[in-house]
């Protein structure tokens, strides 16, 4: 019989940040260790899979001699290894896949393959009460905007996505586009706060009348129009009319305010649409881009009025982390659901 109060120890290396945590009866935080790589990607405006890769490289053993450190557990007291293990960058995925059955191997602890979109949706349950389902879930980060009919932190179906960029790519590339620097969400997000939200009119896709997927590619493009003019020219002598070098803070404040208005309007209108044909008792929200203040108070007001249980994580937990995966890597431990060394890294996510 496994033990029902398990500590996991967790580990994370799917996109840019190498993270390790360990985590006790699925909630209780023991460490949570992230080391980004903003700096390495920054100069590319998006993330390098070989740099990404071999980053990772360096930084898995310091960053899980951390968590273990500051977790004060022994190896010996683990009772399990979980890793994220899906969806992600490959070469990224594969360093904390290898470390994950390197340790459950010579530790002699069972290994859990962990789905990294689903481990968002548990976000909101580290160090909180036990949500109430059905919940309606959003994940919205750099590679994923969906939303999910959220039965049990492992029974999830999907219910949109994004049909073309995620959320967190297009404020990724919008940020690109007024030169502001990368990663592109937390600059604008900060930004914003000064701008004029109406001094441009952008477009919040709403697709079919019944469609719950998301579609940004039209924003970004629109942004990147009102910003640099008209496209002008053919192949290698295509170009643009201007570039944001011309823009002034305030101006550009003013587009990042309009792009966020839209963005998160557009969010928005798709938890509105699936809250009517979902009755459900919790809201949760995971990604990167649930660290948004405009979003997190648009999701604060739309809670209260509809009395949901909001679980909007504390920003440590909406980034990429490890604790996110430990937690919700309980449930399959009290399952007895393990996977053996064959387990591997896969680009896609088990979810859609
Ligand atoms: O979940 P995450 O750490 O990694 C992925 O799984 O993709 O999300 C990273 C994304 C990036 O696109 C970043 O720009 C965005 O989350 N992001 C934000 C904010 N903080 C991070 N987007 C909007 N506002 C923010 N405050
Ligand atoms: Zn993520």
């Given at each position: 019989?496994?033990?029902?109060?398990?500590?996991?120890?967790?580990?994370e290396?799917s996109?840019?940040?190498?993270a390790?945590a360990v985590v006790?009866?699925?909630?209780?935080?023991l460490?949570n260790?992230?080391a980004?790589?903003?700096?390495?990607?920054?100069?590319?405006?998006?993330?390098?899979?070989e740099?990404?890769s071999?980053a990772?490289l360096e930084?898995?053993?310091?960053?899980l001699?951390?968590?273990?450190?500051?977790?004060e557990?022994?190896y010996s007291?683990?009772d399990?290894i979980?890793?994220?293990?899906?969806?992600?960058?490959?070469?990224?995925?594969l360093v904390?896949?290898s470390a994950a059955?390197?340790l459950a191997w010579?530790?002699?602890?069972p290994?859990?393959?962990?789905d990294?979109?689903q481990?968002?949706?548990?976000a909101?349950?580290?160090?909180a009460?036990?949500v109430?389902?059905?919940?309606?879930?959003?994940v919205?980060?750099?590679?994923h905007?969906?939303l999910f009919?959220?039965?049990?932190p492992?029974?999830v179906?999907l219910?949109?996505?994004?049909?073309?960029d995620a959320?967190g790519e297009?404020?990724?590339?919008?940020?690109a586009?007024?030169?502001?620097?990368?990663p592109g969400?937390?600059r604008?997000d900060?930004?914003?706060?000064?701008?004029?939200e109406?001094?441009?009119?952008?477009p919040?896709?709403?697709?079919?009348p019944?469609?719950?997927d998301?579609?940004f590619?039209?924003l970004?493009t629109?942004l990147?129009?009102a910003v640099r003019?008209k496209?002008m020219g053919?192949g290698?002598d295509?170009?643009f009319?201007?570039?944001?070098?011309?823009?002034?803070?305030?101006?550009k404040a003013d587009f990042?305010?309009?792009f966020?208005?839209?963005?998160?309007?557009?969010v928005?209108?798709?938890i509105?649409r699936?809250l009517?044909r979902?009755?459900?008792?919790s809201l949760?929200v995971?990604?990167?881009v649930?660290a948004?203040?405009r979003?997190?108070?648009e999701l604060?007001e739309?809670?209260?009025?509809r009395?949901?249980d909001?679980?909007?994580?504390?920003?440590?937990?909406c980034l990429?982390?490890?604790a996110m995966i430990?937690?919700?890597?309980?449930?399959?431990y009290?399952?007895?659901q393990f996977d053996?060394?064959t387990?591997?890294?896969?680009?896609?996510t088990?979810?859609?």
């Amino acid at each position: 019989m496994p033990d029902p109060s398990p500590v996991i120890l967790g580990i994370e290396s799917s996109c840019d940040e190498t993270a390790a945590a360990v985590v006790g009866s699925g909630r209780r935080v023991l460490s949570n260790v992230i080391a980004t790589q903003h700096d390495l990607h920054e100069e590319y405006a998006g993330v390098v899979p070989e740099i990404a890769s071999r980053a990772h490289l360096e930084r898995i053993l310091p960053v899980l001699r951390d968590a273990m450190r500051e977790a004060e557990v022994d190896y010996s007291d683990l009772d399990a290894i979980a890793v994220g293990n899906r969806p992600g960058l490959i070469g990224s995925l594969l360093v904390a896949v290898s470390a994950a059955k390197a340790l459950a191997w010579s530790l002699g602890k069972p290994l859990i393959g962990i789905d990294h979109v689903q481990a968002h949706l548990y976000a909101g349950s580290l160090e909180a009460l036990p949500v109430e389902y059905p919940a309606l879930g959003l994940v919205v980060s750099g590679g994923h905007t969906s939303l999910f009919l959220v039965h049990s932190p492992l029974d999830v179906t999907l219910l949109g996505r994004t049909i073309d960029d995620a959320v967190g790519e297009a404020y990724d590339k919008a940020a690109a586009i007024l030169e502001i620097g990368y990663p592109g969400g937390p600059r604008i997000d900060c930004i914003a706060q000064v701008g004029d939200e109406n001094a441009h009119d952008l477009p919040v896709s709403a697709l079919d009348p019944d469609s719950l997927d998301f579609s940004f590619s039209g924003l970004k493009t629109a942004l990147l129009y009102a910003v640099r003019g008209k496209p002008m020219g053919r192949g290698a002598d295509a170009h643009f009319e201007r570039d944001a070098s011309g823009l002034s803070r305030k101006e550009k404040a003013d587009f990042a305010a309009s792009f966020q208005k839209a963005a998160v309007a557009a969010v928005m209108l798709k938890i509105r649409r699936a809250l009517k044909r979902h009755a459900v008792e919790s809201l949760l929200v995971g990604g990167g881009v649930s660290a948004n203040s405009r979003l997190r108070q648009e999701l604060t007001e739309l809670g209260d009025l509809r009395q949901l249980d909001l679980r909007l994580p504390a920003i440590e937990y909406c980034l990429d982390n490890a604790a996110m995966i430990a937690g919700l890597a309980a449930g399959r431990y009290r399952a007895g659901q393990f996977d053996d060394l064959t387990l591997a890294a896969s680009p896609r996510t088990a979810t859609a």
